[in-house]
């Protein structure tokens, strides 16, 4: 059975950090990229990072760049969003989701949220001002 299982939200306060995991199984881990996206109320979800297991090359939304981190333990089958310097305009609903790797950059796959066919259930982050 195909699982992503997002998790790591909570509240914090702006300025501070959040370490969101995304635990995979029942498909090739290395094989596949993993994008982070989010909900914020009243938007439209966004990628805001990917990685690609084969190569681990990385890719961020302008939003998140230099605050956030990916990075993927492929022992673990699990990628990591490291996130410094919350603000409140992060808080949203944090997504993980996994593609087979079609596209020919993490940065083109992210972009095109409907290739992603399996969907972690989201994990809330809220950052207080």
């Known amino acids: 059975e195909v699982q992503l299982q997002a998790s790591g939200g909570g509240l914090v306060q702006a300025g501070g950090s959040l370490k969101l995991s995304c635990a995979a199984s029942?498909?090739?881990?290395?094989?596949?990229?993993i994008g982070w996206f989010r909900q914020a109320p009243g938007k439209e979800r966004e990628g805001i990072s990917g990685?690609?297991?084969?190569?681990?090359?990385?890719w961020y939304a302008d939003s998140v760049k230099g605050r956030f981190t990916i990075s993927s333990d492929s022992a673990k089958n699990t990628v990591y969003l490291q996130m410094n310097s919350l603000d409140p305009e992060d808080t949203a609903v944090y997504y993980c989701?996994?593609?087979?790797?079609?596209?020919?950059?993490?940065?083109?796959?992210?972009?095109?949220?409907?290739?992603?066919?399996?969907w972690g259930q989201g994990t809330q982050v809220t950052v207080s001002s």
């Open positions: 989701a996994a593609d087979n790797g079609w596209a020919s950059t993490i940065a083109q796959a992210v972009g095109v949220m409907s290739a992603f066919g399996r």
């Open positions: 029942g498909f090739p881990f290395d094989d596949y990229d």
């Open positions: 990685i690609r297991n084969r190569d681990g090359s990385t």
